[in-house]
């Protein structure tokens, strides 16, 4: 059974105030209200509402929460040390556990839950491709319909839907930024943004199994400009040539043109994972997404894929093509 290094207990709690992927990670288990026991050599206990059916998992138990049997199950393993990530827990919720067990040292266990989860198996990855594969088809569906709209939140609210045509979630709020709004990289469309002429950024990913994708295109809604093209290729070789030498063991990556915000980061349960790409070393088996961008521009691009980390190459879990994506477009007034 998985243990956390370091402590005798690690314990994990998801409520209304506490959106943890946790409990989900060891457990499979989808739970609104939760608490996990992970003891050494021991099957993990999840403590749930009286509100939820028991799950028939065979690898853990299962308990209906009431006011006693959390500790003392604690208890019977007479623990000397427990886990917590601290960012996770209330300081009410941490002092009220150090009442009722003064004599037990607690300790943050964030960065070794961090170093676990970064290790994709085999099944992990396989939810990460089916994930991506989906992705991949929204947007490309989005792309015959664009030029048939007129507001920036009609390509938003299209991606969302086809979400739930699939009876899936969202890793995150999609971006829909064209034109001028493609030069802020986090930016979301209002109600009264029309799309405009330029280019435009679409970052989008959805959940499959739990795992996330993260995909941006950058597409040009019209007819793009020699500078236009030069600008958008200079970010497509950029991102060609950072793949092409990058491994486990890279660690610092220095891109060609400034960057204002991070070069990627991990996938998994969450969309925003450990490693920071381009100044932590990465490792086999890592589920990165590789965003090379600028903004320094008329407009900004932005293109995004999403690899598996192996020992000699990453290895591209997206397969879309990254090719300038030139869409008919006419300014509605």
């Given at each position: ?5 370091g402590?005798?207990l690690?314990?994990f709690?998801?409520s209304?105030?506490?959106?943890s992927?946790?409990i ?11 608490v996990?026991v992970?003891?050494?050599?021991k ?7 009286s ?8 690898d853990i ?15 019977e393993?007479?623990?000397?040390s427990?886990?917590?990530?601290y960012s996770?827990?209330s ?12 004599k037990?040292?607690f300790?943050?266990?964030?960065d ?7 290790k994709?198996t085999?099944?992990?990855?396989l ?13 490309s569906?989005?792309?015959?319909n664009?030029s ?5 939140y ?8 086809e979400?739930l ?21 986090h930016?979301y ?6 799309l405009?002429?330029g280019f435009?950024?679409?970052d ?27 600008y958008?290729e ?16 890279t ?6 043109f400034k960057?204002?915000?991070a070069?990627g ?9 450990p ?7 990465l490792?086999k ?6 965003e090379?961008a ?5 407009y900004?691009?932005?293109i ?5 980390v192996?020992?000699?190459k990453?290895?591209?879990?997206s ?6 994506k030139?869409?008919s ?5």
């Amino acid at each position: 059974m998985v243990s956390i290094k370091g402590v005798d207990l690690a314990i994990f709690i998801k409520s209304e105030k506490i959106n943890s992927e946790n409990i989900f990670y060891f457990t499979k288990v989808e739970t609104d209200h939760g608490v996990l026991v992970l003891a050494k050599r021991k099957k993990p206990v999840l403590f749930i509402s009286s509100l939820e059916k028991k799950s028939k998992n065979k690898d853990i138990i299962v308990e209906h929460i009431n006011k006693n049997n959390i500790f003392e199950h604690i208890k019977e393993h007479k623990p000397k040390s427990i886990g917590f990530v601290y960012s996770e827990i209330s300081k009410s919720t941490f002092d009220f556990f150090k009442k009722k067990l003064p004599k037990v040292k607690f300790k943050n266990i964030s960065d070794e839950l961090a170093k676990l989860k970064r290790k994709k198996t085999s099944s992990e990855i396989l939810k990460h491709k089916k994930a991506i594969a989906i992705t991949e088809q929204i947007l490309s569906k989005l792309y015959k319909n664009i030029s048939s709209m007129t507001f920036e939140y009609e390509a938003f609210d299209f991606l969302r839907m086809e979400v739930l045509k699939h009876s899936l979630v969202e890793s995150f709020k999609p971006i829909i930024a064209s034109g001028k709004n493609s030069k802020n990289p986090h930016y979301y469309p209002s109600k009264t943004s029309k799309l405009q002429t330029g280019f435009c950024i679409i970052d989008f990913g959805i959940k499959f199994g739990g795992y996330c994708s993260d995909i941006s295109r950058t597409i040009f809604l019209g007819t793009p400009t020699t500078q236009d093209k030069k600008y958008y290729e200079s970010v497509r070789k950029e991102q060609e040539r950072i793949e092409t030498s990058t491994h486990a063991g890279t660690s610092k990556i220095k891109t060609s043109f400034k960057m204002i915000h991070a070069l990627g980061h991990g996938l998994g349960l969450e969309v925003h994972e450990p490693p920071f790409v381009g100044v932590e070393r990465l490792n086999k088996n890592d589920v990165i997404a590789l965003e090379p961008a600028r903004y320094d521009g008329l407009y900004g691009v932005r293109i995004e894929d999403d690899y598996l980390v192996t020992e000699k190459k990453l290895v591209r879990l997206s397969s879309s093509s990254r090719n300038l994506k030139r869409i008919s477009f006419i300014l509605k007034a």
